[in-house]
C-alpha cells in the first residue's frame, strides 16, 4: 500500500496540507493528511487508530492495518460501517464472510458478531452510531 502523500492523493485527490478544520458547527477532516500522519505511529499488534470524532452518538476512527493485522470476534452496542478508503479487509459477520476492498463499505447490524483481517495494508473508516445512555469507550 503507498501511504505516501503522493500515493494518497493520486487515490484521493489533491488535498491542502491542514489536517482538520473545525468550525462552530462543523469539522472537515482532511484524510490523506490524517493517514500520512498515523502511519509515523507505532502500531501495536499491526494496527494504529485516531479517533477523528466523538460527538453524541457518534465516533468515527481511521484505523491503518498492516497486512495480517486482526481484530478478534467482538460486537457493538449499535450499528457500525466500515469504509475501506484503501487496502483489503476480510471480515466475518456472524456465520457471514466478506471480502471488503477499496472503495467498499460493510454496514453491521447492533449486537452482530464480527471480526476483521487485513488481507493487505489497509486504511478503514470506522463509523459508530451508538445508542443513547452507551458509555464512553463502548462500542
Not at 503507498?2 to 472537515?28: E, I, K
Not at 467482538?74 to 483489503?88: E, F, S
Not at 447492533?110 to 483481517?117: I, K, L, P, Q
Amino acid at each position: 500500500m503507498d501511504y505516501s502523500r503522493a500515493g494518497l492523493a493520486a487515490c484521493f485527490g489533491p488535498q491542502g496540507s491542514q489536517v482538520t478544520t473545525t468550525m462552530p458547527n462543523a469539522t472537515l477532516f482532511n484524510l490523506v493528511e490524517e493517514i500520512t500522519a498515523l502511519r509515523k505511529q507505532p502500531a501495536a499488534n499491526g494496527r494504529s487508530s485516531k479517533v477523528l470524532a466523538n460527538t453524541g452518538n457518534l465516533r468515527i476512527i481511521l484505523m491503518l492495518l498492516q497486512a495480517g493485522a486482526q481484530l478478534p470476534e467482538h460486537t457493538a452496542a449499535g450499528p457500525v460501517q466500515v469504509q475501506v478508503m484503501k487496502g483489503a479487509l476480510r471480515m466475518g459477520v456472524n456465520e457471514e464472510r466478506f471480502e471488503v476492498g477499496a472503495g467498499q463499505s460493510l454496514v453491521i447490524e447492533a449486537g452482530a458478531r464480527h471480526s476483521v483481517e487485513a488481507t493487505e495494508a489497509t486504511a478503514v473508516l470506522l463509523t459508530m452510531a451508538l445508542p443513547a445512555g452507551a458509555a464512553p469507550g463502548e462500542h
